[in-house]
């Protein structure tokens, strides 16, 4: 479906609530892009150990998408 990883899949599907994806983003730094701006796709945050807001956005929406759940991201912007 997302064309991950038997390991990857294994992983996302371990995460299998909001609190245990939570948890995760939690566990792993933050992604300052110290080398230019970047958007890394969920395999890459796991490969990297590292997301910024979107990034862990897009994790957690494939964990909950393999769960069944309809993830919903929002984007709140400040000026």
Not at 17 to 24: E, G, L, M, N, V
Not at 56 to 74: D, E, M, S, Y
């Amino acid at each position: 479906m997302f064309l991950l990883t038997k390991e990857e899949e294994v992983f996302l599907r371990k995460l299998n609530s909001p609190a245990k994806i939570q948890d995760y983003l939690d566990s792993i730094p933050f992604n300052f892009e110290k080398e230019g701006e970047t958007c890394m796709s969920p395999r890459r945050v796991m490969r990297e150990k590292k997301a910024h807001c979107i990034e862990g956005g897009f994790l957690a929406a494939a964990a909950l998408l393999l769960q069944g759940r309809r993830p919903l991201i929002l984007n709140l912007k400040v000026d």
